[in-house]
């Protein structure tokens, strides 16, 4: 049974920071990659990073130079280091993990696994 569980959301105000955490439990032998994703109401949900089990990131456009992920892969934990936020930054953030190898009852399971979310507001 593999969870991921997520904190760190809240309340921040516009140029603010907050980190965000995401960590993966169960029998689990390695994860491939790690990701953040974001939805505002109404909108569809966006990736916004991902980084690789070998530390290869990539970000969409509207965080690059100022959100940062990181993973420490012996904890199975996922990070998402927010500066400079900004009110469009507002939404509830999921933590995804992808391509998990894990030891279920009666077989070596590959799968996806999804956070609960985290609420992101910026506002002043």
């Known amino acids: 049974q593999v969870q991921l569980v997520e904190s760190g959301g809240g309340l921040v105000q516009p140029g603010g920071s907050l980190r965000l955490s995401c960590a993966a439990s169960?029998?689990?032998?390695?994860?491939?990659?790690m990701n953040w994703y974001r939805q505002a109401p109404g909108k569809q949900r966006e990736l916004v990073a991902s980084?690789?089990?070998?530390?290869?990131?990539n970000y969409t456009d509207s965080v690059k130079g100022r959100f940062t992920i990181s993973r420490d892969n012996a904890k199975n934990t996922v990070y998402l280091r927010m500066n400079s936020l900004k009110p469009e930054d507002t939404a509830v953030y999921y933590c995804?993990?992808?391509?998990?190898?894990?030891?279920?009852?009666?077989?070596?399971?590959?799968?996806?696994?999804w956070g609960q979310g985290t609420q992101v507001t910026v506002s002043s």
């Open positions: 995804n993990a992808v391509g998990v190898l894990a030891q279920a009852v009666d077989a070596l399971r590959l799968g996806d696994y």
């Open positions: 169960g029998s689990i032998f390695s994860i491939n990659a």
């Open positions: 980084i690789t089990r070998g530390g290869r990131t």
